[in-house]
């Protein structure tokens, strides 16, 4: 099965806005793309699912092209607390990958 | 989640001991799912049951078993541990009715084997 592919690491600074893309290269025709969000010794959590376009909830947007091969994610304004690696998933492979460890500076 | 538990947090034991890792649930999903994460690295998908009967390999099956005693409960069984099974156990559940494909996890089971 094939994974997904994200940056390792990305840095920012607090009140900046943040974007993650993650490459689906062999996606299901019929599979959703999620992303999660996990702090240290603790579970993943769910962050956002999409399917195509754009989709909003309180906490990010997820940008989903019309070819479906890539996601990115968008954490407006981001603070301290946003520090944390954020993990692509298609939904139906339950495939995580190595995620990307994002570092919010102050 | 609160509404997932595992039990135990920590658990120490010795190469070649049987070991079983318990997870349950109050949501009332009907599917479970068992990962490990190796440190640095993302979650390995051990096992998952979409219902009491449906039992699946992921990723990382060699050297694991599991059991769905009730849609609540799913247990993940190391029959002989061998060191490189140390890692953070996670269970997981979702709800196929919702629609949604958001995955609930569990606090995690830190497991050493010497």
């Known amino acids: 099965l094939a994974k997904t592919t994200q940056p390792i690491s990305m840095d920012s600074y607090e009140g900046q806005e943040v974007n993650i893309t993650c490459s689906h290269n062999?996606?299901?025709?019929?599979?959703?793309i999620t992303w999660y969000q996990q702090f240290p010794s603790q579970g993943p959590r769910f962050i956002i699912q999409?399917?195509?376009t754009k989709v909003t909830n309180e906490v990010a947007s997820l940008f989903i092209p019309a070819d479906r091969k890539s996601s990115t994610l968008s954490l407006p304004r981001v603070s301290l607390s946003d520090t944390a690696v954020y993990y692509c998933?298609?939904?139906?492979?339950?495939?995580f990958g190595t995620g990307t460890r994002l570092k919010v500076l102050a | 989640d609160a509404d997932v538990t595992q039990t135990p947090r920590n658990r120490i034991t010795k190469t070649g001991k049987r070991i079983m890792l318990e997870c349950s649930q109050t949501?009332?999903?009907?599917?479970m799912y068992w990962y490990r994460q190796d440190p640095g690295l993302g979650l390995r998908l051990i096992y998952y049951?979409?219902?009491?009967?449906?039992?699946n390999k992921g990723e990382i099956s060699d050297g694991y078993s599991v059991s769905r005693q009730a849609q609540a409960k799913f247990s993940l069984s190391l029959e002989s541990a061998i060191p490189n099974q140390t890692a953070l156990y996670f269970c997981?559940?979702?709800?196929?009715?919702?629609?949604?494909?958001?995955?609930?996890f569990g606090p995690g089971t830190r497991l050493t084997v010497l």
């Open positions: 997981a559940t979702s709800d196929l009715g919702t629609g949604s494909n958001e995955q609930f």
């Open positions: 062999n996606i299901a025709t019929n599979d959703y």
């Open positions: 999409g399917y195509k």
């Open positions: 998933l298609e939904a139906y492979k339950y495939i």
């Open positions: 949501k009332g999903h009907d599917r």
């Open positions: 049951s979409f219902d009491v009967k449906d039992i």
